[in-house]
């Protein structure tokens, strides 16, 4: 650090912060104060910052605010994770921060940005003209702000699984220590549940669907998406187009806890004393843990696509469907489709990545003038496009894995294997046999998109978790 002040001078500093802050001359700064302040002097998020920073250690009344001295206790501890942080981004150990080391930081965290673009973030802080950010600077900009890690630059960047479009396949969220401390991490993870619940009830009819022409269109029946609808409700009536949902809901909750902890496990192995991930080590990661994910609650997959695809009366119940695939086939049939199915999570995990980084670059690079925040149509845009770009291009490994769950269940149906069923669909219906029912599945995409991420931020809402 360059040109420490005395301790007195810093007090006299954070004294008159405070009194700036304390706005109804009370002598405690609350969060709506706080969050006022941080409104005022450009503090990023102020409803995160303030709920994060008016409860430091040792606080007694996060309700009642701070007063002066537990105010200059949660300011010594902002500086000293700042000072951290400004020495991790001054890579030369120079004493200041300049354009090339913003550039290798974003780098780090798998973004590319253009000199322009690291030369604007540089510009927003440096106040004396010299281009280049030194600690009095870092530490004025970034005091009252939430900034945690380096990865909190990125803060609004995150790839976040939010978007429910019925495929759990994605990299999973991740979190910040802060939030892992508070417990917001469970919180956010009930919102999404909660909220993918509600999507694919909404879209359910056209999962249903798409599983239904995975499986029963050919070249020779031509079976498209109204005579798919139009065939299930005459045979089951219109509660017949949710069919499979419960379980497909059920699965949820167990899917992302199992994946969000052998992410951060698998996560902590391969980044051993590094701060953050890399795009590739990020997406080796997510890969691993979503095989993980897929292989502990894969049976509740294969009932999902039998009480999807069954008939009026054909099981009473998930139990009923359960007991009956034991009996006639044996254990192994709870894992039909599963090689095609863990094959899948490569292209969709990739290029769901690469799509998503690529997007995000673009638009940084383009668009990008005074904040880092895009503002949540760029995000959910992005991972629209991305999440749908994953999906294409792993779905003829989804109908193949669909048709194995299903071909017990078919019939006239060929057992066959992964290779032989591929070669099969090549040989009779040609590539676009791989694309079966692909139609309604790129339909649901919006709707699911709008209704989880509608649903995900009222449930933040309701359950007291910070915005991100």
Not at 358 to 383: E, F, M, R
Request: charged fraction near 25%; include cysteine.
């Amino acid at each position: 650090m360059r040109g420490g002040p005395g301790e007195a001078e810093r007090r006299q500093r954070w004294g008159r912060l405070f009194e700036e802050l304390d706005s109804n001359k009370d002598g405690r700064v609350d969060i709506r104060e706080l969050r006022q302040g941080l409104a005022r002097l450009g503090g990023g998020d102020p409803d995160r910052g303030a709920q994060q920073g008016i409860t430091p250690e040792g606080g007694t009344d996060p309700d009642g605010g701070l007063d002066l001295e537990e105010f200059i206790l949660y300011l010594q501890e902002r500086e000293q994770r700042l000072l951290l942080l400004f020495h991790s981004l001054d890579r030369n150990q120079d004493g200041q921060i300049d354009v090339s080391e913003i550039q290798q930081s974003f780098r780090a965290l798998g973004i590319s940005i253009s000199l322009e673009q690291a030369e604007k973030i540089l510009h927003s802080m440096d106040r004396d003209g010299t281009m280049t950010i030194d600690w009095q600077e870092w530490r004025d900009h970034f005091l009252l702000h939430s900034l945690e890690n380096v990865e909190d630059v990125l803060y609004f960047w995150k790839h976040s699984t939010v978007l429910d479009i019925g495929e759990c396949l994605t990299v999973p969220d991740e979190f910040s220590e802060q939030e892992k401390l508070t417990g917001m991490w469970w919180k956010q993870l009930v919102a999404g549940a909660v909220a993918g619940a509600v999507s694919r009830t909404g879209t359910a009819p056209l999962d249903r669907l798409k599983v239904f022409m995975q499986v029963h269109a050919s070249k020779t029946n031509r079976l498209n998406i109204l005579g798919g609808l139009w065939s299930m409700i005459q045979e089951g009536g219109v509660r017949s187009l949710w069919r499979g949902n419960g379980i497909n809901v059920l699965k949820i909750a167990p899917e992302s806890a199992i994946k969000f902890m052998a992410y951060e496990q698998i996560k902590r192995a391969i980044r051993g004393q590094q701060e953050t991930l890399h795009v590739q080590e990020r997406f080796v990661a997510g890969s691993l843990a979503g095989a993980t994910a897929q292989t502990i609650i894969y049976p509740m997959e294969v009932l999902k696509t039998r009480l999807t695809l069954r008939r009026t009366g054909q099981y009473k119940g998930l139990l009923d469907c359960a007991w009956q695939i034991l009996e006639r086939e044996g254990p192994r049939a709870f894992y039909r489709g599963y090689l095609p199915n863990v094959l899948g999570i490569i292209p969709y995990a990739g290029i769901d990545l690469a799509v998503y980084e690529t997007l995000k670059n673009q638009w940084l690079q383009q668009y990008s003038h005074d904040s880092a925040d895009p503002g949540i149509l760029v995000l959910l845009a992005c991972g629209t496009i991305s999440s749908t770009c994953g999906q294409i291009a792993s779905y003829p490994l989804a109908l193949v894995r669909t048709r194995m769950q299903a071909q017990a269940s078919t019939e006239g149906a060929p057992q066959l294997s992964m290779l032989g069923l591929l070669r099969h669909i090549l040989s009779q219906e040609g590539v676009r046999g791989l694309y079966r029912g692909i139609a309604p599945n790129s339909m649901k995409v919006i709707p699911a998109v709008s209704i989880s991420y509608v649903v995900y931020e009222n449930m933040k809402q309701a359950l007291g978790v910070t915005s991100r």
